[in-house]
């Protein structure tokens, strides 16, 4: 069965046992069990459903593998013959999730 979420700003279609890198849950640690109830469509073939805008009662529930953060990436701004330079970094918090089951 596959199904597409909705999780931290971002949309993914997901089937059992998949592996994603989301933005990271606030307050959890390795290991928490997350339930996702944003379920935007569900299903396979005749029994595909499609919700407006989520599906009533539709669950994924997912496991927490990793919290980590994401590579560097450097932001950098200059203002030509204003001798306007900034230069910052960035690194995104992220969580590794494995998608557990998918109940429609």
Do not use: C, W
């Not at 944003?38 to 029994?47: M, S």
């Amino acid at each position: 069965m596959k199904a597409t979420i909705k999780t931290q700003g971002q949309q993914f279609t997901v089937s059992e046992g998949d592996i994603l890198t989301v933005n990271r849950y606030p307050g959890t640690e390795k290991g928490a069990t997350v339930e996702i109830k944003d379920v935007l469509a569900a299903g396979e073939g005749e029994a595909f459903k499609v919700g407006t805008p989520t599906l009533p009662g539709a669950v994924v529930s997912a496991t927490i593998l990793e919290n980590k953060r994401g590579t560097k990436v450097i932001v950098f701004k200059k203002k030509k013959r204003k001798g306007m330079e900034r230069k910052r970094g960035h690194r995104q918090e992220l969580s590794v999730i494995k998608i557990n089951s998918i109940k429609a």
